[in-house]
């Protein structure tokens, strides 16, 4: 039986209030007029490689999932399509399976 969205005497893990921020940003930074690394440093007072990194273990928190499910899934392949890339071209550049 669930008592708010719960089940009894599990633990409720939530993400922190930046974190929810970042999640925030990743579903409305187009919409600002300024390039994205000057809004991330001026919003979360961090560099972008800092920034990205905490967002990266963000990713990895079910907590993430369940306070936004579409954003974090997205984010999700969207690395994973990188990282897919970047594996592509180092066999390219490597004369690997592709050439």
């Not at 187009?30 to 690394?37: A, I, L, M, Q, S």
């Not at 369940?66 to 490597?94: I, S």
Request: include cysteine.
């Amino acid at each position: 039986m669930l008592v708010n969205g719960v089940r009894p005497g599990k633990a409720v893990s939530v993400i922190t209030e930046r974190q929810q921020a970042i999640l925030e940003f990743e579903r409305t930074f187009w919409t600002y007029d300024d390039p994205k690394e000057s809004v991330i440093r001026a919003r979360f007072q961090c560099s972008a490689d800092d920034y990205y990194a905490e967002l990266n273990e963000l990713l990895e928190l079910p907590e993430a999932l369940d306070h936004d499910p579409l954003v974090v899934r997205r984010l999700q392949r969207q690395r994973l399509r990188r990282r897919r890339e970047r594996l592509d071209t180092a066999a390219d550049g490597q004369g690997g399976a592709h050439a």
